[in-house]
């Protein structure tokens, strides 16, 4: 499984653009790249998943260069309630979803 | 629509004694399972998977094990806890085939003392 490196953590203000990056030098063709939330005390929940360019969807933009090496999700207007770990994680689809969660980017956002 | 129960939500137990937490999933049918735990409030560690009954893969040689004996019913247990295995278990499925989005329950917050 490929391995991910991202920043530890992050501070933003609300109202803000947040743009977390991810390397993924080791993806294989087959890999997709994939982010989850965390909120303490709970179990992390999917965001976002995408395999090149750019996915778009009611939470969050991914970005994906064209030799995928990285990925940069983008939270539009943060708000106090995005406080939480996101994860990066790399995974073959249809592989048993053998996910493995890194330490994530703890983003805390400030009035 | 597809739910996941956890229990019990929160445990102590000393150090020494058994262990047996409990997750099933509704709505969905030959899920594959997951047991996380994490420690510390970050990282997740993946303990078990589980792609059908009977069938587990083990990605932590510790002192847990884990145990499908129906279809949506995945089962952590240990013999003799440590106090190294306190922490936050959590319990996730995901649609078996092309799928890759885990649903996550609840979590247990499990310290041993």
């Known amino acids: 499984l490929a391995k991910t490196t991202q920043p530890i953590s992050m501070d933003s203000y609300e109202g803000q653009e947040v743009n977390i990056t991810c390397s993924h030098n080791?993806?294989?063709?087959?890999?997709?790249i994939t982010w989850y939330q965390q909120f303490p005390s709970q179990g992390p929940r999917f965001i976002i998943q995408?395999?090149?360019t750019k996915v778009t969807n009611e939470v969050a933009s991914l970005f994906i260069p064209a030799d995928r090496k990285s990925s940069t999700l983008s939270l539009p207007r943060v708000s106090l309630s995005d406080t939480a770990v996101y994860y990066c994680l790399v995974e073959k689809n249809n592989q048993g979803g053998k996910l493995i969660f890194g330490q994530g980017t703890e983003l805390s956002v400030k009035p | 629509s597809q739910t996941i129960h956890q229990w019990p939500a929160t445990l102590v137990q000393p150090v020494g004694s058994p262990l047996s937490l409990e997750c099933t999933v509704e709505?969905?049918?030959?899920?594959?399972l997951y047991w996380y735990r994490q420690a510390a409030g970050r990282g997740l560690q993946l303990l078990f998977y589980s792609v059908g009954i009977g069938q587990i893969s083990s990605e932590v040689p510790q002192n847990l094990s884990a145990s499908r004996p129906q279809d949506r019913q995945f089962i952590l247990s240990s013999k003799k806890l440590l106090l190294s295995d306190s922490g936050f278990y959590l319990c996730a499925w995901m649609a078996s085939g092309v799928s890759y989005e885990q649903y996550f329950g609840p979590g247990t917050r499990l310290t041993v003392t």
């Open positions: 080791n993806i294989a063709t087959n890999d997709y």
């Open positions: 995408g395999y090149k």
């Open positions: 709505g969905t049918s030959n899920p594959n």
